[in-house]
């Protein structure tokens, strides 16, 4: 049964546009992530947020930010999107960061 | 940084054969790392398989099992007969307290294909 929930599914946009990507979990946990899955499968992590909290922030372009309303909610926001953003956009969470994570089915990006 | 290395798939296995997808990890915290299998099976999102938190100890799931090796740096996936329901994306990782915060780093994944 899902219980992270990713929107879209997939979007499709040009080089420069903005981007929104939504993630809630009803799971009641206190961490949320948001992973890069790229052409090669390999999945990176990009943010983390504990209660709300950023607290692994890994190297990404500054074009990336996350944003978090309340536990349940961490979504992604790309300004001015490049070719290279062009992958798979997995929304995890956990009940604590040491926990198994749950993952939601992903946001497929594509860049022309 | 931390690293995860795994067997390239696909992989292909008749139905009742045996399996093993092998991984091998690199870890820079000085405690041992937490280690992980998760699996994505078609249609559905990436879950967690099985997971051994303890230098030396095996963990197992739905058949399956791993054995966590300090001394190989090892964490191969393992099932004596395999069903076709088993196809799948096999993601290895690790979780590994660094200096930037408890992070968990994935493998490549290997896609199982099992033949009827």
């Known amino acids: 049964e899902t219980a992270v929930f990713q929107t879209p599914n997939y979007h499709v946009t040009q080089v420069g546009n903005e981007v929104s990507f939504n993630c809630k979990q009803t799971l009641g946990h206190d961490t949320m992530y948001w992973y890069k899955q790229d052409s090669k499968k390999l999945l990176k992590i990009m943010f983390s947020?504990?209660?709300?909290?950023?607290?692994v922030n890994e190297t990404v372009p500054r074009r990336f930010s996350p944003q978090s309303s309340d536990k349940a909610h961490l979504n992604l926001r790309i300004k001015s999107v490049e070719p290279e953003d062009s992958a798979v956009y997995l929304c995890?969470?956990?009940?604590?960061?040491?926990?198994?994570?749950?993952f939601g089915p992903g946001t497929r990006l594509t860049v022309l | 940084g931390d690293s995860v290395t795994q067997t390239e798939g696909p992989v292909t296995v008749s139905e009742s054969e045996s399996l093993i997808i092998n991984c091998t990890y690199s870890a820079t915290s000085i405690a041992y790392p937490n280690l992980f299998w998760y699996v994505r099976y078609p249609g559905e999102g990436l879950q967690l398989l099985l997971k051994v938190i303890t230098a030396g100890q095996k963990g197992s799931s739905r058949g399956f099992e791993a054995t966590y090796n300090k001394e190989t740096t090892s964490f191969h996936l393992q099932k004596a007969s395999v069903q076709e329901s088993d196809s799948a994306v096999y993601y290895c990782?690790?979780?590994?307290?660094?200096?930037?915060?408890?992070?968990?780093?994935f493998g490549s994944g290997t896609r199982l294909l099992v033949s009827p």
């Open positions: 947020y504990n209660n709300k909290q950023l607290i």
């Open positions: 990782a690790l979780g590994d307290l660094g200096t930037g915060g408890y992070k968990v780093v």
């Open positions: 995890a969470s956990s009940r604590t960061v040491y926990a198994e994570q749950f």
